[in-house]
């Protein structure tokens, strides 16, 4: 831009610069009952107000860019602002699946879940829903031996990951 007053004259460069927004990720794997902090990593301007929403809140909510995974499934996060009448957005599609093999729901498959799971085998202990369905590593609809096998393979680095988990 020039700026002409009489005889004199001078130019200033103008960036214009168009409103965005942007999140650290566009997809996502969240384990059920956890929760993930989805941030923006870019936001333009910086002082408006974002709102999240998920598409599926059976499957996962959304406050403030935390994600608390309910149920299996996927669900569409959307944070979005609103500058000068026009809506700016951006997703972050969230796939909730159980961790198989996670029997004491610490995030982990170690030796703590194999040895509930031979507890489990041999009676001395019982499970909850969930416990059975991630002690069910080969999702044979039950959990025996064959589960014990496959938790004793994972954990010696045979496979890095249950078959069923990339279902």
């Known amino acids: 831009v020039t700026i002409t007053y009489g005889d004199k004259s001078d130019t200033f460069t103008v960036n214009v610069t168009k409103p965005s927004i942007t999140l650290s990720d566009s997809e996502k794997v969240v384990i059920l009952d956890k929760t993930y902090q989805i941030n923006i990593t870019e936001l333009i301007p910086d002082d408006v107000t974002v709102s999240w929403e998920s598409d599926d809140e059976d499957v996962a909510t ?37 961790l198989l093999g996670d029997i004491n729901d610490d995030g982990l498959v170690n030796t703590t879940d194999l040895a509930q799971l031979k507890l489990y085998l041999v009676g001395a202990t019982t499970f909850t829903d969930k416990q059975l369905a991630v002690a069910d590593v080969s999702q044979s609809d039950g959990v025996n031996t064959t589960d014990l096998a496959l938790m004793k393979l994972y954990l010696a680095g045979v496979f890095n990951d249950f078959e069923a988990n990339n279902k």
């Open 62 to 98: 959304v406050v403030n860019g935390l994600v608390t995974a309910k149920a299996e499934g996927e669900a569409t996060i959307t944070a979005s602002f609103t500058y000068n009448g026009t809506t700016y957005s951006a997703e972050c599609v969230v796939t909730v699946k159980m």
